[in-house]
């Protein structure tokens, strides 16, 4: 073999499936090009120049052709078109039928281009496409009912003409409907549109719920375009905008890749509920949803609702923010929120029935109140969380409701030093002079918490003698000077209430502020001055004499009568006298300090020559002297005696 030129080799290289990915080629005019299926761009791999050889001589004339024949396709047939030869259809089982000779060459080119010639290359182009169509016709692809197109990777199933909802409608009039991917709905394949304010996906967002099945199942909400920016987290380009107002019946639950990265934005009108649920409850899984600010400058829409359940609401990793309200209580008794996020409210939940709340590592700022109930028993429940910057009540009842309230290994801090935004608290203010909890009689529980007093001025009001509150482990960080120092007492409840304490404190205390109010009982220390508690019935208390009884005063160093109880024991005390000590009573002990049957008990004489006194306490709290002696010094303090 001899060469009259020389040789030219390539090496080309190993085309390899990516990830379960179709290997496409393509020739153009200047190369053979290829990419794995779904790529946005091609590869050169030859150009076209190394595959052409010189110019050979030009061949012989051939016999002249036969006539053509048109193949007759009717709506319903699979058909499938080689964009290399659209005059010879093949017969075959592709999504679209259709008779090409109806088509003019353009016509075919955008109807190739479109499906290429099975599946569209996006959903936009799919729901833009004016040429599929029920029936054959000039410039019109004939598609049958329950036939399934392609876009975008998303599959569709043709419909009747007079198919009921749900269904999209192409610009042609042709109805599909989105296939599921298992229990979910991806809201791109139901139409919706990323990155722009001016769209409105909530009909894209309400047909993803309306093709679930009745059992429900989860709604997809895509990553945006965007860039993930820990210093601007809300980039336009990842939010999905939507308007109108949408409504579940089924259990859903809306899911998707990150709070910043899948961002439903909601910029509806005034006084809307944007996501309502039925009685099944909503969940939301690894999403944001965002308010718009109103035309007033207001942070959030006046009146804007972000959802409202008549069954439980769950989040999972998820962010809300920007709204009047995050939610009214409508129904469910088991809400649950674990590791989110929510800010900038003006009320969090309102209205609700405080029946096992829970909240496990949430994040709260920015708001006036985050919950107010006003029903139910508790508990209402916070892990591991974060409350910071609110102007008005972090948790609070209405109507005299009474509750449980638990926070174990919570952080709390006001920020005094920080404006507050227009809708939040009043206009220029800052996030100062709040309170912690006012809860009715219910019961607060907080154990190994960390709690920074600047900008508020309780921990705890209540209103109910029978409040109980427990304290224990926790860490109050004090502030004593300017705006700080804002604090007046810790735990403040009506007379009557148990609290049972023992904390730690940092820094010290403003000029004025105690611990707490008078507890009836409970146990515990005062931190603020490092004594025991003092509880209102361990105070002792000086009787009202009768009869010419009263306080000896002639040894020095004795004390004045006196009663307390402690516990159910009452004890008596001090050293008295009186003028006749046979059958008079000495003075009347009031309800709670009496026992439940006559009580007998000896006063002794602490001088020589008097005789020891009895006296008779009764039920209904009257201390008569029975024997001794006229004018004897008596002494009470061996006194004691239960009331049950």
């Known amino acids: 073999m001899s060469l009259t030129a020389p040789i030219r080799l390539r090496v080309l290289p190993r085309l390899i499936p990516i990830d379960g990915k179709n290997v496409e080629l393509r020739s153009t005019s200047s190369a053979v090009e290829w990419r794995n299926e779904g790529d946005d761009s091609w590869r050169v791999l030859v150009p076209i120049s190394e595959l052409t050889g010189p110019e050979g001589p030009k061949g012989d004339k051939g016999d002249p052709g036969q006539d053509g024949t048109m193949t007759s396709v009717q709506p319903g047939d699979n058909v499938i078109v080689d964009a290399a030869d659209p005059a010879n259809p093949v017969i075959s089982t592709p999504s679209v039928s259709y008779n090409p000779q109806s088509l003019s060459l353009a016509q075919q080119l955008q109807a190739q281009a479109n499906i290429g010639p099975v599946k569209f290359d996006t959903v936009a182009g799919l729901l833009s496409d004016t040429i599929l169509d029920y029936t054959p016709a000039s410039g019109r692809v004939a598609v049958a009912p329950g036939k399934d197109i392609e876009a975008q990777g998303f599959r569709y199933r043709v419909l009747a003409a007079d198919e009921a909802y749900p269904y999209i409608q192409l610009a042609g009039g042709l109805r599909v409907r989105p296939l599921l991917d298992g229990d979910s709905a991806n809201i791109l394949a139901c139409g919706a549109n990323v990155g722009s304010y001016a769209v409105n996906n909530g009909p894209a967002l309400q047909l993803a719920h309306d093709i679930l099945p009745a059992g429900g199942g989860r709604i997809y909400i895509p990553r945006g375009a965007g860039p993930i920016n820990a ?166 009842s209405t109507g005299g409701a009474s509750f449980a309230v638990n926070l174990n290994g919570c952080y709390i801090e006001n920020y005094p030093e920080l404006e507050t935004e227009k809708g939040i608290g009043a206009d220029g203010s800052t996030y100062n002079t709040g309170y912690l909890v006012t809860n009715g009689s219910g019961t607060l529980t907080i154990k190994g918490s960390a709690i920074s007093t600047k900008g508020i001025i309780r921990v705890l009001t209540t209103g109910g003698a029978n409040s109980h509150v427990v304290s224990l482990g926790n860490r109050f960080i004090l502030f004593n000077s300017g705006s700080n120092a804002t604090l007046t007492q810790v735990f403040n409840a009506s007379a009557g209430y148990t609290l049972i304490s023992d904390d730690h404190i940092v820094g010290s205390p403003p000029s004025g502020a105690t611990w707490c109010s008078t507890p009836a009982r409970g146990s515990g220390h005062n931190p603020f001055t490092g004594a025991p508690i003092v509880f209102s019935s361990e105070a002792w208390t000086a009787p009202t004499f009768e009869n010419g009884w009263k306080n000896d005063t ?70 008569v002297a029975t024997t001794g002696t006229t004018g004897a010094k008596l002494s009470l303090d061996q006194i004691r005696f239960r009331t049950v």
Request: with cysteine; aromatic share 14%; net charge neutral.
């Open 231 to 396: 210093a601007s987290p809300y980039q336009e380009a990842n939010r999905w905008a939507f308007s109108t107002p949408v409504s579940f019946t089924k259990p859903v639950t809306l899911c998707g890749d990150g709070w910043e990265s899948s961002v439903l934005f909601w910029n509806g009108p005034r006084d809307t509920i944007a996501i309502s649920a039925g009685v099944y409850g909503i969940s939301f899984e690894d999403i944001g949803i965002r308010g718009a600010s109103d035309a007033d400058g207001t942070v959030y829409i006046l009146g804007s609702e972000c959802v409202r359940s008549q069954g439980d609401i769950r989040t999972l990793r998820s962010d809300f923010s920007f709204f009047q309200r995050f939610s009214t209580w409508a129904g469910g008794y088991y809400h649950k929120h674990i590791g989110s996020k929510f800010h900038r409210f003006k009320t969090m939940f309102q209205d609700y029935t405080a029946n096992n709340v829970q909240f496990g590592f949430c994040y709260f700022s920015r708001f006036e109140r985050l919950i107010l109930c006003n029903g139910g028993m508790g508990p209402v429940n916070f892990v591991g969380c974060s409350i910071e910057a609110f102007t008005s009540i972090a948790i609070g």
């Open 554 to 623: 002639s040894i020095s160093g004795a004390a004045t009568a006196a009663y307390c109880k402690i516990g159910q024991w009452v004890y008596l005390r001090g050293l008295i006298t009186g003028a006749d000590s046979t059958g008079t009573t000495a003075f009347t002990l009031p309800a709670g300090f009496r026992p439940a049957s006559r009580v007998y008990a000896v006063a002794h004489a602490v001088a020589t020559g008097e005789d020891e006194t009895t006296f008779a306490i009764n039920t209904d709290g009257t201390v």
